[in-house]
């Protein structure tokens, strides 16, 4: 019996100190990225291992210089607005198609969805070079419209939502038509709100998709006004990449906002990436 | 003429089907299968001077693509990224999940440290990691006591990149191992237990088999990924990097074309080169998927 506890308990030692091994790699970056961007860059610059912490105290006076100096707010606004129109666009036409695909009978509607499966196997890369030109002869360069523009519709999306609403029980839209709900009305009101946690998956997936972008927003808006967190990103590091500190406090005024949305909505978050399983 | 013997009720779903798919399958046609077909259109032409209109050139830039060492050099880079990123990336992701099965105190603090570099823009990420890797002020450097020009020696500076990739995709990866791990029937451990097999042995003839089309699906998923690899690459090794050619892939050398310097005639061929790459990396995964997943 003791052999076995003690087995037992050298098992969870193990397992233990594995997952606190890799906590650990996984901290550092972080960790180190905040403690740079306190430091005055002869701190940063100071080979002196044993300077992990600042010793000429915390200067978090270097958050207030970037937030200025790159028009963070500009950026929030800029990246805010591109993630709100981006997970409406998708979760609007991602439902409905969804929907029909999913409840529906039409001429025509195995063909449809075939299409949507094959453009989720296209790489994006190329849809890039045309979506450009499109956006450039719409005058929508610069602007929100066209940061949004290829996420308007989502085949990813409709898939996702197609399998949401196949996975409910028939007998509702018959009760729903003796009640005397046309279609749009038992879509509506019956079947829509039952396929949340799908419209959730789809909505962090979109967002998160959305501000990770990097090429598209390079791409689409290359003015520093119009730009996205993380093309504005890009851009200083092209400018200013020599001043570290400042670089790390930008760096954390990115990715702060997303990592407290992540955990308050933790459960969601690995949740809706696990079920839709979406190539991020 | 099946419209002609449609019931009233078939009528109805054909006419709400076609106006809930229309907005959708406008889009995809519009921004994603015209496009398509554009790109194979550009790849055929040379783009005239201040980007105004475009020379049908035939195969030209093809041939300019498939002779061009810089082409294969930055293809080979994008395989070498995909050989670190994708084993390393799944394997430990798989450690991590199985772990995570035991009774553990902590465990959705670790899960959520795990995943945390899934919500972080990875233009974020290749910063604070450049900075790490930087041979003169870098943390690495400092306590390994090491001199290494970790991104700009050719030698090491993909596995550099890869090792980022890694970092960056283990907690998705674990995810959906963890997911893939709750759909095994608790009782075949049981029936394993009673029968005296071990935890490893336990490991390989149950968890591996009836995982096997979770793992498949994060292969195929995280290769493609790797074979498109790009804001990582991007942020990470400047334009005057000296390991940049053998480190850049294929997308980075595309954007480079295409959008720096404006020559998208020749960027679309390379994105059909990638295409075509991926379409054959595809097949033989379907392939193989036949010949080793388990579906019960």
């Known amino acids: 019996m003791d052999s076995i506890s003690t087995r037992y308990k050298i098992n969870k030692f193990i397992t233990y100190m594995v997952l606190i091994i890799f906590a650990v790699i996984m901290l550092v970056p972080f960790v180190w990225m905040i403690l740079t961007a306190i430091k005055t860059n002869q701190e940063a610059i100071s080979v002196d291992p044993f300077y992990i912490f600042p010793h000429n105290g915390w200067h978090f006076e270097n958050f207030a210089t970037v937030w200025k100096s790159y028009n963070f707010i500009t950026l929030y606004k800029n990246t805010i607005l591109f993630i709100i129109f981006r997970v409406i666009c998708a979760c609007l036409t991602a439902t409905m198609a969804g929907y029909a695909f999913g409840r529906l009978e039409f001429p025509g509607k195995k063909i449809m969805f075939s299409l949507v499966l094959i453009q989720m196997m296209i790489p994006a890369q190329i849809f890039v070079i045309p979506q450009y030109l499109m956006v450039s002869k719409l005058h929508l360069l610069n602007t929100t419209a066209g940061l949004v523009f290829p996420g308007l519709v989502t085949a990813f999306g409709t898939y996702l939502l197609k399998t949401g609403y196949q996975s409910l029980p028939k007998d509702l839209e018959e009760a729903a038509a003796i009640d005397g709900c046309n279609i749009g009305q038992t879509f509506l009101f019956i079947m829509l709100p039952l396929t949340r946690s799908s419209m959730v998956s789809l909505g962090i997936f979109t967002a998160l998709f959305a501000f990770k972008d990097l090429m598209w927003p390079m791409i689409v808006c290359t003015n520093a006004n119009t730009t996205t967190l993380s093309a504005g990103l890009a851009k200083m590091q092209g400018q200013y990449g020599s001043d570290y500190p400042a670089m790390m406090a930008a760096a954390v005024l990115a990715i702060v906002p997303m990592i407290v949305i992540y955990i308050v909505f933790q459960k969601q978050f690995v949740e809706g990436i696990a079920t839709s399983g979406g190539k991020l | ?296």
Not at chain 2, 59 to 83: F, H, M, P, R
Not at chain 2, 109 to 115: C, G, K, M, N, S
Not at chain 2, 161 to 175: A, E, F, K, L, P
Not at chain 2, 206 to 217: C, G, Q
């Open chain 2, 1 to 296: 003429m099946a419209k002609k013997k449609m019931t009233p009720s078939q009528k109805r779903q054909a006419i709400w089907g076609w106006a809930f798919i229309l907005p959708t399958m406008l889009g995809l046609i519009v921004l994603n299968y015209y496009p398509a077909i554009n790109t194979v259109y550009q790849s055929l032409c040379k783009t005239g001077d201040f980007g105004k209109g475009n020379i049908f050139v035939g195969l030209n830039n093809y041939k300019a693509v498939l002779g061009s060492a810089e082409v294969w050099q930055s293809l080979w880079n994008t395989v070498k990224y995909a050989i670190v990123e994708v084993p390393l990336g799944i394997v430990i992701a798989l450690i991590l999940a199985v772990l995570m099965q035991k009774k553990l105190a902590g465990k959705t603090l670790f899960r959520t440290l795990f995943f945390l570099p899934m919500v972080c823009a990875p233009a974020a990420v290749a910063m604070v990691w450049k900075w790490l890797y930087n041979q003169q002020f870098g943390l690495l450097n400092n306590v390994l006591h090491t001199n290494v020009a970790w991104i700009s020696d050719p030698k090491i500076a993909w596995i550099s990149v890869g090792i980022i990739g890694v970092w960056s995709i283990i907690g998705y990866n674990m995810v959906l191992f963890i997911g893939g791990l709750q759909e095994i029937p608790k009782d075949y451990y049981e029936a394993a237990q009673i029968d005296g097999a071990s935890a490893v042995r336990q490991f390989f003839s149950i968890t591996v088999p009836l995982l096997s089309p979770t793992t498949f699906f994060i292969v195929q998923t995280r290769i493609i990924g790797a074979l498109t690899v790009f804001d990582l690459m991007f942020m990470v090794m400047d334009k005057t990097n000296l390991a940049l050619n053998k480190t850049q892939s294929i997308v980075y050398l595309f954007y480079t074309y295409a959008f720096t310097n404006g020559n998208r005639g020749y960027g679309a061929a390379i994105v059909m080169v990638l295409v075509v790459f991926i379409m054959i990396v595809t097949f033989f995964l379907q392939k193989l998927e036949k010949k080793i997943v388990y579906y019960n």
